[in-house]
């Protein structure tokens, strides 16, 4: 069993999107695994896109927001809240079964709901690691932790395997999931921001830090302190690659290229950092093998992605033809689906 973190330090490069067809492929691909999504972005896109997209997605998400309790990730935090330091050994009532809502998600697919609530509860859980027990810091954050564990319980420890689908800022919610996770994932796109988003990454997680003389994160020396492990380096994902025309390629290349050097000195100073895959394969000797083993690329899929995300169908079970969007009828061109689909499938199979 392994958790998963989507993270980048910045929004926009798909995070959302590729936890949603990550997570729903893997499911396809697994079928005798179950597969856990937590939403813990209180923009709740992965949510939205697994309920049924831009429509029936939003209904459905604002049905789940107007229960009382909330089977959401707020309704979680709210009994956290109101017992930081013991577990309470709820998160098994905060799951929902994504195919008794869209028919479209295996029904091997679980689902934290994501809520908007969690931004007004950041605060209150940040209070949390900052009174009771010398050791608050270390409890609050592994109350993510504390919530899979007591739904793997529920599920008798079948073989399983969880997403969270992470905010971009470096809020207590994020570093909650990072807190929970064993392994990350990074997307990234093609442009300079992006660049600097995943140095932040670096330096905000390992303590990888840039200028001389430089702060550490306090949830990097909280971890040290605490002996908590971190996450390890999954994959970085260049995302929508664009094949357009010759100077964005090229332009997109020299950004992966910098990423990839920049991960890649990570790499010689701190290899613990990163996680070897497959299980069992050899360790990367230079940098051919590395970004062999680490970086991967998921093409833009233009108008194919589009409605994959606002009907709630992965695109990999998308087929090419007219498809009702709202009031409009868009055509899926099969060789939309060929550019994205291929990477999707390859980038779940390496996920262990
Ligand atoms: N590979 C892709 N191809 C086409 N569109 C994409 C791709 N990845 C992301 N998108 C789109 O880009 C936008 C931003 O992605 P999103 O997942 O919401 O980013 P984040 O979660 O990192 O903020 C969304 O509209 C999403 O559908
Ligand atoms: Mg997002």
Redo the contacts with the bound molecule.
Sequence with gaps: MSVYAIW?N?????????TFQIASEYARQNYNKKVLVIDL?PQA?SSSMLLGGMFEGERNLNVIHNQNPRKTITGYITDRIRSPYISPKTGSGYYTQVSRINGRIPENLFLVVGDEQLEIQASRVMGATQTGPEDAWRIVHLWVRDLIEDIKLSWNYADCCVFI?CN?SFSIYTELALSAADRMII?FSADGSSQRAVKAVLSLVYGETRHEGEQKSEFFLYTERYKMALPQIYMYVG??LTQMNNSSASAFKTVVQEIGKEIWNVWNTSPSSFCIHPNGAPTPTNQRTFRKMFQYE?????TA??VS?ALGIPISFLSAGQKEVGVRRITVNQSQLDR?VPNIQELAKNIE
């Excluded at 910045?10 to 590729?18: D, E, F, P």
Aim: glycine share 12%; net charge positive; aromatic share 4%.
């Design positions: 980048n910045k929004g926009g490069v798909g995070k959302s999107y590729l972005c896109n689908d971009p997307p995302n929508r998921v093409n833009d899929a233009n992605s589009v995300s994205q």
